[in-house]
């Protein structure tokens, strides 16, 4: 084994199962989802009440209309967040996060406070890793 490589085990170690192929999928569609920055922002300010697309993309800053569009369309079809149109001159659009939504508040919020808390550090250590990097 040359040096700085480790050896990773083919199974998993005791006490955890495997996840079949199939379960892998799902898994990874899931978390594409919510583990997109983008749909971790905007749960993160649906968290805090309903909110119009024009409200959520000033408090998000710097998402484009599409993608914030797109964002928002992805996690209705997903179940997390409901679209409610009142009819109005123009219409009045409101997003607020469905039951199945608020379930992912707390772990998606306890990952944007570890991020915001931790940027400085992983900022610091990209900042290293790059200079060793150039220096060979």
């Given amino acids: 084994m040359k040096p700085g490589r480790f050896s990773v085990p083919a199974f998993p170690p005791p006490g955890h199962e495997a996840l079949a192929p199939d379960r892998c999928r799902t898994v990874g569609n899931v978390l594409a989802r919510i583990g997109d920055k983008w ?77 915001a808390s931790n940027h400085d550090r992983i900022a610091a250590a990209q900042v290293h890793f790059d200079r060793r990097d150039t220096t060979g």
Wanted: proline share 5%.
């Fill in 39 to 115: 749909s971790v922002l905007v749960i993160m300010q649906l968290g805090e009440g309903s909110r119009r697309f024009s409200e959520l993309r000033r408090a998000i800053g710097s998402i484009s209309q599409r993608m914030l569009t797109l964002t928002l369309r992805g996690l209705e079809r997903d179940g997390l967040i409901s679209r409610t149109i009142t009819p109005s001159i123009p219409p009045r659009v409101d997003y607020e996060l469905t039951e199945l939504g608020m379930s992912l508040r707390e772990p998606v919020t306890a990952l944007g406070r570890w991020a």
